[in-house]
């Protein structure tokens, strides 16, 4: 099956184009306070390294605004300041070289702090995000939102947008997020019915690695399937890695992105012979690095292994004297010793 994607307006944050058709990217958030700007740019390192394309740093005060500048000059992967309550943060973000910028409108001080913001975006050649998020929404949308929070909730979306819109900037995204992956999916659905900007879809507060992440998906497939995202993050309480390996085999599975490697992997039983959890996830570890569109498996045994996993471009299969490489279902020969890096090695003749 072929997903249908909505047409939408596209913004470029740095070379990373989002919208207009283009792939949907992934994008995560360092934990580290942009003012220590070191262990910021490590950590972009390491998303870079596992897929992330755009990454989104806090900017809470003027230390931090200023490092922006050191930290988009050397951060591999655009970066996004994202500010709340003060605006003048936002415009210093924007001349400090942010590739993007992130807002709520509703509370960065009213329409005139609003303008100056679109017109430090509009000047730097920047997009801005608007976020509008459960855990935020104007006090006036209360009673609507206990009836009917996703009409609350695209409602303060609407409304955020005609405040930007009234400013003449329009390099903009959109985001709508509840820690409800229901309310989260009908919310998105109402404003991508009425609008054609681009959409920053996620599920906020989504929880710990594994369960944010089904939490996550239980909503984001929804929306893919329906064409509805551009970009996405799943939100997880854990080493913001696990974000984007999250957001990469949510992307592979749907078929939006075929550039994406895949690990096929047997939960094991009695007849395995390899340490097949370690092994996969040291390679899940190195095909995302290495931006290979392949599939490698990891089977504990050579009964059903191969069979298995079939579609593999590349594998390997436990056995009592230690392993078969195979491809394509195939079995190549018998391989012994360090089975990680035999199965690496074979990886690389991939090309
Ligand atoms: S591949 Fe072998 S070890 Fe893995 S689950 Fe299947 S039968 Fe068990």
Known sequence: MKIKRRETRKVYYGAVQVGGGSPVSIQSMSTRKAADSGAVLNELASLAAAGCEIARVAVKDQRDAEAINKICSESPIPVVADVHFNYRLAVLAAGNGAA???????????????????????????????????????????????KAPARALCQSAVRAKELMEDTGFGD????????????NLESNRLFAADNDYPLHIGVTEAGPALSGAVRSAASLALLLCEGIGDTLRISLSADPVEEVVAAAALLSALGLR?????????????????????????VERR?????????VAVMGCEVNGPGEAAEADVGIAGTAAGAVLFRKGRKLGPVSGDLLQALLAEIDKLG
Do not use: W
């Open 258 to 282: 075929e550039d994406i490697p895949r690990v096929v992997s047997c939960p094991t039983c009695g007849r395995c012979h390899i340490d097949v959890q370690g092994i996969a996830a040291e």
């Open 172 to 183: 903009l995204v959109f985001s709508i997020k509840s820690s409800d992956p229901m309310i």
């Open 100 to 146: 993007g910028l992130r807002i709520n409108p509703g509370n960065i001080g009213g329409a005139e702090k609003v303008r100056k913001v679109a017109a430090a975006a509009a000047e730097a050649g920047i997009p801005v995000r608007v976020g509008v998020n459960s855990g935020s929404l104007e006090k006036d949308l209360a009673p609507l939102y206990r």
């Open 287 to 295: 095909v995302l690095s290495a931006g290979k569109g392949i599939t």
